[in-house]
């Protein structure tokens, strides 16, 4: 059982180059969420989606974009990268109505930009 | 969502009780408080969830106050596996615009010693 898988886990981008962040998961989940963790800080999301088809913005959007046109994918995408975004990035998904409303995380991917 | 506060750090021996407190005196009526942790950079985890009774699980025990104004999360017996920054957050379980998204603020750092 794979769960949330996100590639690439490790990416060293030049100023200005642009890349998408995969992210995909198995477990048939309507919500998808993007976050981003700077050292010693907390997690802050970027993008979520509630369904295929369907996305908005979390609390720190600018930089970035996403897309869900399957319920299994949602990748995002960085067009002009900047130091800035030198960060660890997680996917996250969870399924509607469940009691808990728990979270499952992928590993997470390192983006340094120089 | 209500703001939680907690410690930045905590020690705690290895097979002694961890106690972590985490404060959230504005909670509302319909918020749950959620634990999460997230153990050296890997993507967060979550361990249990409450309302206004105490809960236990395979991983801890949450103690909310009557007043749902604190709570601890208690972990029994903690091992060295247990080292990890531990996400105390406060939101309402059900479904949302924006799903089940939480805010992760900085947490506790546990650190368990042999």
């Known amino acids: 059982n794979a769960g949330v898988t996100q590639t690439p886990k490790f990416r060293i981008l030049k100023i200005g180059q642009s890349m998408t962040l995969q992210c995909t998961q198995d477990m048939n989940h309507n919500y998808m969420y993007w976050y981003r963790q700077d050292p010693g800080m907390g997690l802050k999301l970027i993008y979520y989606?509630?369904?295929?088809?369907?996305?908005d913005k979390g609390e720190v959007p600018n930089g970035y974009n996403v897309s869900r046109s399957t319920t299994e994918d949602f990748p995002l995408r960085l067009e002009l990268a900047a130091p800035s975004q030198t960060s660890v990035y997680f996917c996250?998904?969870?399924?509607?109505?469940?009691?808990?409303?728990?979270?499952?995380f992928g590993e997470g991917s390192r983006l340094t930009v120089l | 969502d209500a703001k939680t506060t907690q410690p930045t750090s905590m020690d705690c021996a290895e097979g002694r009780a961890a106690n972590l407190p985490c404060n959230h005196s504005?909670?509302?009526?319909?918020?749950?408080v959620y634990w999460y942790r997230q153990i050296h950079s890997q993507g967060p985890q979550y361990i249990i969830h409450?309302?206004?009774n105490n809960e236990t699980n395979e991983m801890a025990s949450l103690i909310i106050t009557e007043d749902r104004k604190s709570s601890t999360l208690i972990l029994p017996h903690a091992t060295l596996r247990d080292t990890a920054v531990y996400y105390c957050i406060v939101r309402v379980s059900r479904n949302s615009n924006s799903g089940y998204a939480l805010n992760f603020g900085k947490g506790t750092s546990l650190l368990v010693t042999p």
């Open positions: 504005t909670i509302s009526g319909n918020e749950y």
């Open positions: 989606s509630v369904g295929a088809g369907i996305t």
């Open positions: 996250a998904s969870s399924v509607a109505g469940a009691n808990t409303g728990e979270l499952f």
């Open positions: 409450g309302l206004k």
